[in-house]
């Protein structure tokens, strides 16, 4: 029999350093990998046209202020004059809760808003791909003012029977930048997660938004806001890439919230008689500027061609160096060399021009921001999918073109969605536009007529 003495060594492995490190490196490079270059496409989206009854002309917006009268003649005047300037013109709508008179911006009105919208759209989107409700793998719903309990996410769950373990998101108060938010969490989550369908829903309620105040920074959102909202497919699975529209490029967000002046720009709040409504100030114009600003630095070297790229920094090199006769101004680069195709956020006829304006585009470039302001109002983060839309009823989208999309919010944010093309789009397939676009575009007034 054999004895084993207590001084007997186990016998261990050792490794050396160089083979862990090059083991760790590996996995990590794997993981990296299959994260990292999981595309995300986008199938389809679907914008939510508003019946015609529910149509508000301009001189229905005057006869209603009229009727209703809770509010000094001056803010009346205030509100009618700001829609007449604002660049909207007879075809937007406003939800039925704001026909009835006297208006009812009640809770159950405010639902009734956020159910004809979204599901509507989801209804169409979900039958249009013969998409099974309970395939759908991450549900995100955005809406900045109303945020009942349950949460709309909830509310589409129940109505459509998703399956229980759905990961489902609401996000509200983040103003009409949250439709990319809520693209950018798509991305991210679909990121992490295998062979899945994401779909976003963004719309803002217009029923409990109304401000009967008299506040004129307050009453702009009166004239300014309108119907609609979007239902936005996505997916990571490799077999749908054949059906994708687009390829989802770049997604950059930008923060002002740390600046006072850029966090109280579009800011809730009660006057001193207690009534409620989103106050828009008069530097909302600047901030946005500033945040763009800060957010094409972060885009602007991933999209732009090189000779751009040196223009830039060659001005800025002069700037600083040179004396004030021979430095001249920043150069601002040609984004139209990156992008085919730009939607702006239209938040109005100011906010457009403004950027337009700031990157050096032409009306033309403008054109879709333009009409669909024009033609649906603000209608908030769904603003920039009309936009689309309208390029799409154009037959202006080809394969393989960029398109930019532009989205303020609140707190102050700008974000950025760069998509490729990556099929060939159908003029003739139906959208929000589809039975009026050969009307567009349209000359605006100044002043619209009532």
Known sequence: MSVISENSI??????????????????????????????????????YRPPSHLRVSMANFAEHLEIYSIQPRDAIDFQVKMAEKSGIGNESAFPLSLHRVPLDNSLPFSRQETETVLFTVVDQILDKHKVNPKSIDILI??????????????????????RSNVKSFSLSGMGCGAGLVAVGLAKDLLKVSKNSLALVLSM????????????????????????????????NKKQDQSR???????????????????YQSVYQQSDDTGEVGVSLSRSLLHVAANALKLNITELGPRVL?????????????????????????????DFKKAFEHFCIHAG????????????RLSREDGEASRMTLYRFGNTSSSSVWYELAYLEAKGRVKNGDRVWQIGFGSGFK?????????????????????????????????????
């Open 10 to 47: 186990t016998p261990t492995f050792t490794y050396p350093p160089l083979i862990i490190a090059a083991t760790i490196t590996f996995l990590i490079l794997i993981y990296l990998l299959s994260t990292k270059h999981r595309p995300v496409y986008l199938i389809d989206f679907i914008c």
């Open 204 to 235: 803002e309620a217009v029923t409990p938004s109304g401000y009967n105040g008299n506040i004129k920074s307050m009453l702009l959102a009166n004239a300014l806001f309108r119907m609609g909202g979007v239902a936005v497919l996505l997916s």
């Open 141 to 162: 719903t955005n809406c900045s003012i109303f945020c009942p309990t349950p949460s709309i996410s909830s509310t589409v769950i129940n109505k459509f029977g998703f």
């Open 244 to 262: 994708a529209k687009y390829k989802l490029k770049y997604l950059f967000r930008t923060h002002m919230g740390s600046d006072d002046r850029a």
């Open 414 to 450: 700008c974000n950025s969605a760069v998509w490729e093309c990556v099929s060939e789009i159908d003029s003739d397939v139906r959208n929000a536009w589809t039975d009026c676009i050969d009307s567009y575009p349209v000359e605006i007034p100044d002043v619209a007529d009532h």
């Open 348 to 359: 109005g006829k100011a906010v457009i021009e403004a950027v337009e304006g700031r990157l």
């Open 305 to 333: 061609p090189i000779s751009e790229m040196f223009l830039y920094l060659k001005s800025v090199v002069q700037c600083k160096f040179l004396n004030r006769e021979r430095r001249g101004e920043i150069y601002v680069p």
